[in-house]
C-alpha cells in the first residue's frame, strides 16, 4: 500500500534546531559568541520559529571541524535545521561554504557545508543576498551556501549578529513549509498547496519606481514608502489598494497555519526593495521627521521585549490590530508626509503597515540632548483603522495621546535596544531625562513581574560574558583562570633520580659487603661507574651513577670500614635483596615532556602556581579579573568618618560590599555616594577610589546617578549600586538605566527574602558588555543579593567553568518558621564530633535592615516558601546552605 506520509503528532510538531558557531576567535574564548546566542533565542521563540535547541556548539574556522559537525548532526542527531554562523566572508579563514577538489596524490577529498549536501537550495540563498543588498552594498560580499543532507536543511549565515538575524528573517517565512517538505508530512504539505491551488493567479508585478518622482520632493530628496497589506482572516488574501486582485504565498499560507511564523511587512525607504517573500505597494510622499515623531515618545517603560524594538501595545492577550511602525535611525533622509492607512471596509480584518524613518544624526542628537548619538530606534504603536488617511499632526497627536493612555495601563510595556558607536557617544550625556516633577503619577504598583529566584540566576549567568584574556607573570596568577592549555618544555626528573637517602647498588649483586666508591648528591652529576662487588652513597633527589639499577635505603644496611677519622664511609653490608628499579624515578617518571600539566580553564591556587615554576613557563595567558564599581545612593547616607547629622546615617553598604568583593580577589573602584560634591581622585591599596570630602546633603537627582554611573560604565566591567531601586518617589535608578543610558533591564524584582526589589541590567557599548546590578538599601539584602548574583557572575566573567556558589547540606539547631517567599537565612555553620553533617545556628533577628545579622555568618539557609502543609521547619531537619565564608 502506497505510503500516505508521515502523520506527526504534537511532539512531532517541534522542529528541531542545531546553532553552529564557526569562529576561531569564540573557539579560544577571546571574543564572545552573541551571533550564536541570539540565533538560539530567535529558533525558540514562539513569535518567530518556535523550534527547540537540540544541539549547539563553537568550532574554530577548520574544514574538517565543520564538515564532521555537519555530518554528525545531519546522520546521527537527525536534526530538522541547522544554522551555521561565521565563515561566510572572504576571510582567508572563511571556510564555512568550500568545497575542495580530491586531491589524486593522496585520496583525500575536504570540504565543509558544499561537501555535506547531497542538494543545494539556491533559492534560499538567493533571498538572503537579496535582503542583504537592501541593507548594505556590502552584503554581495557574503558566500551563504543553504542545501540539504538527508532530511536536514543547512543554512550558512554571516557571523555577525545583525547580519545572521536579518538573513534568518528572510528565509524564516518559507522554512516552516521547507522542513515539512523534509520530514515527508503530507498532511501538512497538502494543506498548504490546496490553498495555494484555490486561490486566484497573483496580480502582474508593480513596475520600479520611476526614477522621477511625479510628486514634488524635498530639498532632501523625498522618500519611498511601501506597504504591505496581511492577509484577510478568513481567506488569506492579501489586497491591493483597490481591491481587484489578490495574492499570496506559501509564506502567507503558512503565517495563517502557524501565526507564530507570521513575518512584519516593511515599509522601505529611499526606495529599497520589499524583504524578498512579502508583497508590498508603493507612494510617495515626503515630510519632517521631527514632526511625526514627538520627543515625549522616546519614553521607554520597563518591561523587556525581544531585542531592537520599543513597543508600545495593549495586553498581550488582545486580537491584533493595525499597526503603525516607524524607525528612527542616524542616516540622513526625509520622511513621508502622510501615511495611508489600511481600509477595514474592504474585508480586511488585520493588516500591518511599517514605515522606516531616518534622521539626520544632528537632529536625533539635539532632539536626545547629545545622549543617544548613533542610537537606533524603533517604535511600534497601535492606531485605529478607517478608510481616510493621517496627516502628520493627526499622527502626531495620536501617537502622544495614545503613549499617555499606555503609560497609565498596566498592560503597557516597552524597550528600546541602544545601537550606539563609541563609548563617548553614549557616556558624553550629563544632564538626566528622567521627569521627577510628576510625583503623583508615579507608579503605585511595580511594573516589573516577579522573577523567580531560578530564572533570576539563570538570566545573570546567560547574559555575563566571558571577559578577553591576557598575558601576566606566573607569580601573578593566584585565583586566575588559565586561557591556554600548559605543556611541559622537558622531562621531570631530567634524570634517574633516587627517592630514598641510601646506597646506590646493582640489584644482581644481591646481599652482602660491598665496597663504597663515593658519593652522588643532589644537584650534582656523579662521574664514576658502579662495577659489581661496588655501591655509591647517594642522597634523595640526587642522580644515579651509571653502572646501579636500584637503591637501597640506609635503614637496610650495615656499615663494617670507615677512615681513620671518621670522615668516610669505606665498606658497607647490604642486608636485603634489592630489585631492579628499586627506590628510583625514571627520567620523566613525575611530567614527561609535552605533556599537558594544566589544562585551559584551569582555577589556579598555590599548586598549579608551583607547577608553572616546575615547567619553567613564567608567562602565561589567563582570562582577564573583571573590574568592579561600587557606589551607594541616597540623601541621607554619610561617609564612615563623617559625624552623624539630623536626618543621616553612614554608609555601610559601600564598605560591605567592596570588602565581599576584595574577599574574593577581584580590582574594585570606590565611586562614592551619589549626591556627595567635589570628588577628589586617590587610591588606596587594592582599590581605586572616589574620596567625597564634602559633606551630603544634596537630594538623589537623577543627574547625580547618571554621571555616577557614566563613571563606572567608563571605568569598569561591572557597576553595583546600592539604593534606589524601590517604589520611593526619589527611587531613579531604574529609570535612569531605561531613558538615559537604555539599558536592557532583565528583571528588577525577585521572588526572595531579602532583596525583592534587586535589579540586573545590561548595556552593550562597542561590542563591549557593562553589567549592572542595582542592589536593594537594605544592608542584609546588599550583602545576601551581592553572593547569591554579584559573586557568581564575576566568577564566570573570569573563566570558571562552574561559577555557581557551593551548597552543602545541615541541621538546623532551631526550629524556623517559613516566609511566603524563598528566604536567604543568615547562619553559622559547626561541626559536632563524629557528625558527617554540620548543624546551622540562626544568627538571630533576620530583619533586612539588621547588619548585625550577618555578623560571623559563614551560610544561607536556603528556606522553602511557606505553604499550608509546611509553616515552619523543625530542629534536627537537613536543609541546604549555601556556603558564604570559610568553614
Not at 607573570?473 to 585565583?479: H, L
Request: proline share 7%; net charge negative; charged share 25%.
Amino acid at each position: 500500500m502506497a505510503s500516505e506520509g508521515i502523520i506527526l503528532t504534537n511532539h512531532d510538531h517541534q522542529i528541531r534546531v542545531g546553532v553552529l558557531t564557526v569562529s576561531d576567535s569564540c573557539f579560544r574564548n577571546l571574543a564572545e559568541d552573541r551571533s550564536g546566542i541570539n540565533l538560539k533565542d530567535l529558533v525558540q521563540d514562539p513569535s518567530l520559529l518556535g523550534g527547540t535547541i537540540s544541539a549547539y556548539k563553537i568550532v574554530p574556522d577548520e574544514i574538517e571541524e565543520i564538515k564532521e559537525t555537519l555530518i554528525d548532526w545531519c546522520d546521527e542527531k537527525e536534526l530538522n535545521l541547522i544554522l551555521t554562523t561565521g565563515g561566510t566572508g572572504f576571510a582567508p579563514r572563511d571556510v564555512t561554504p568550500e568545497k575542495f577538489p580530491t586531491f589524486p596524490l593522496c585520496g583525500l577529498q575536504r570540504g565543509a557545508t558544499k561537501e555535506v549536501i547531497e542538494r543545494e537550495a539556491p533559492g534560499m540563498a538567493l533571498a538572503m543576498l537579496m535582503g542583504s543588498l537592501n541593507v548594505t552594498p556590502l552584503g554581495m560580499l557574503s558566500r551563504p551556501v543553504c542545501g540539504i543532507r538527508g532530511k536536514t536543511l543547512i543554512i550558512n549565515l554571516p557571523g555577525s549578529k545583525k547580519g545572521s538575524q536579518e538573513c534568518f528573517q528572510f528565509i524564516l517565512p518559507a522554512l516552516p513549509h521547507a522542513i515539512d517538505l523534509l520530514r515527508d508530512a503530507i498532511v501538512k504539505v497538502k494543506e498548504v498547496h490546496d490553498e495555494l491551488e484555490d486561490l486566484p493567479s497573483p496580480p502582474p508585478p508593480l513596475s520600479p519606481p520611476p526614477t522621477t518622482s511625479p510628486h514634488k520632493q524635498t530639498e532632501d530628496k523625498g522618500v519611498q514608502c511601501e506597504e504591505e497589506e496581511e492577509e484577510k482572516k478568513d481567506s488569506g488574501v492579501a489586497s491591493t489598494e483597490d481591491s481587484s486582485s489578490s495574492h499570496i504565498t506559501a509564506a502567507a499560507i503558512a503565517a495563517k497555519k502557524h501565526p507564530s511564523y507570521t513575518s512584519s511587512a516593511v515599509i522601505m525607504a529611499k526606495g529599497e526593495q520589499p524583504i524578498p517573500g512579502l508583497i508590498s505597494y508603493c507612494h510617495h510622499a515626503a515630510g519632517s521627521a521631527g514632526e511625526l515623531i514627538p520627543d515625549s515618545i522616546i519614553s521607554r517603560g520597563v518591561q523587556v521585549l525581544p531585542r531592537d524594538t520599543a513597543s508600545l501595545s495593549t495586553t498581550p492577550s488582545e486580537s491584533p490590530r493595525a499597526q503603525a511602525t516607524s524607525r528612527l535611525s542616524t542616516a540622513s533622509c526625509p520622511t513621508p508626509k502622510q501615511i495611508r492607512r489600511p481600509d477595514e471596509s474592504k474585508g480586511v480584518a488585520s493588516r500591518v503597515g511599517s514605515l522606516k524613518l531616518r534622521r539626520k544624526r544632528k537632529e536625533l542628537r539635539d532632539h536626545l540632548e547629545g545622549n543617544v548619538k548613533g542610537c537606533s530606534l524603533r517604535v511600534n504603536a497601535r492606531l485605529p483603522s478607517c478608510s481616510s488617511t493621517y496627516s502628520v499632526s493627526e499622527l502626531h497627536y495620536r501617537l502622544e495621546g495614545l503613549k499617555d493612555e499606555l503609560r497609565r495601563n498596566r498592560g503597557y510595556n516597552s524597550r528600546v535596544q541602544s545601537r550606539c558607536s563609541s563609548k563617548e557617544n553614549i557616556l558624553r550625556a550629563s544632564h538626566s531625562a528622567v521627569d521627577i516633577t510628576k510625583v503623583a503619577r508615579r507608579h503605585r504598583m511595580s511594573p516589573f513581574p516577579l522573577t523567580s529566584m531560578d530564572k533570576a540566576f539563570i538570566t545573570v549567568l546567560e547574559m555575563t560574558p566571558v571577559l578577553g584574556t591576557e598575558i601576566i607573570n606566573y607569580r601573578d596568577g593566584m585565583g586566575r583562570v588559565l586561557a591556554q592549555d600548559v605543556y611541559a618544555k622537558d622531562n621531570l626528573p631530567p634524570f634517574p633520580a633516587s627517592v630514598k637517602d641510601g646506597y646506590a647498588v646493582r640489584a644482581a649483586d644481591g646481599p652482602g659487603d660491598r665496597f663504597i666508591i663515593g658519593e652522588s648528591q643532589a644537584g650534582e652529576q656523579p662521574t664514576q661507574t658502579v662495577m659489581p662487588g661496588q655501591v655509591m652513597r647517594v642522597t634523595t633527589g640526587a642522580p644515579i651513577p651509571c653502572g646501579a639499577d636500584a637503591v637501597v635505603q640506609v635503614e637496610d644496611t650495615e656499615l663494617i670500614r670507615e677512615s681513620d677519622d671518621g670522615t668516610e664511609e669505606l665498606e658497607v653490608r647490604i642486608l636485603v635483596q634489592a630489585r631492579p628499579g628499586q627506590d628510583i624515578r625514571p627520567i620523566g617518571h613525575d611530567i614527561k615532556r609535552g605533556e599537558c600539566v594544566l589544562a585551559k580553564g584551569t582555577h589556579m591556587g598555590p599548586s598549579e602556581i608551583g607547577l608553572l615554576a616546575t615547567v619553567g613557563v613564567t608567562e602565561v595567558e589567563v582570562n582577564k579579573f573583571p573590574v568592579v564599581a561600587v557606589m551607594s545612593t541616597g540623601n541621607e547616607l554619610l561617609n564612615p568618618e563623617d559625624d552623624l547629622l539630623p536626618g543621616k546615617i553612614r554608609d555601610s553598604n559601600r564598605s560591605t560590599l567592596l570588602a565581599t568583593i576584595q574577599e574574593h580577589g577581584y580590582p574594585t573602584i570606590n565611586l562614592g555616594i551619589v549626591g556627595d560634591k567635589k570628588p577628589d581622585v586617590f587610591k588606596e591599596e587594592g582599590t581605586q577610589s572616589f574620596q567625597n570630602t564634602a559633606e551630603t546633603g544634596l537630594p538623589d537627582c537623577p543627574d547625580d546617578l547618571l554621571n555616577a554611573l557614566n563613571e563606572g560604565i567608563s571605568r569598569a566591567d561591572v557597576i553595583i549600586t546600592s539604593g534606589g531601586v524601590s517604589m520611593g518617589e526619589k527611587d531613579y535608578l531604574k529609570q535612569v538605566l531605561d531613558i538615559d543610558l537604555h539599558a536592557q533591564i532583565h528583571f528588577g524584582r525577585v521572588f526572595m527574602k531579602p532583596g525583592l526589589p534587586t535589579t540586573f541590567a545590561t548595556l552593550d557599548i562597542d561590542g563591549v558588555r557593562k553589567i549592572i546590578f542595582a542592589l536593594p538599601g537594605n544592608p542584609v539584602s546588599a550583602v545576601v543579593t551581592c553572593n547569591l548574583f554579584v559573586v557568581p557572575a564575576l566568577r564566570k566573567m573570569q573563566g570558571i567553568l562552574d561559577p555557581r556558589p557551593t551548597i552543602i547540606k545541615a541541621r538546623l539547631s532551631c526550629d524556623v518558621k517559613l516566609d511566603p517567599r524563598p528566604e536567604y537565612h543568615r547562619c553559622i555553620l559547626t561541626w559536632h564530633h563524629q557528625e558527617p553533617l554540620p548543624w546551622a545556628q540562626s544568627t538571630g533577628n533576620q530583619m533586612s535592615s539588621r547588619l548585625m545579622s550577618m555578623r560571623s555568618a559563614n551560610g544561607l539557609l536556603m528556606l522553602p516558601p511557606k505553604t499550608e502543609q509546611y509553616v515552619e521547619l523543625h530542629k534536627g531537619e537537613v536543609v541546604d546552605v549555601m556556603v558564604i565564608g570559610r568553614l
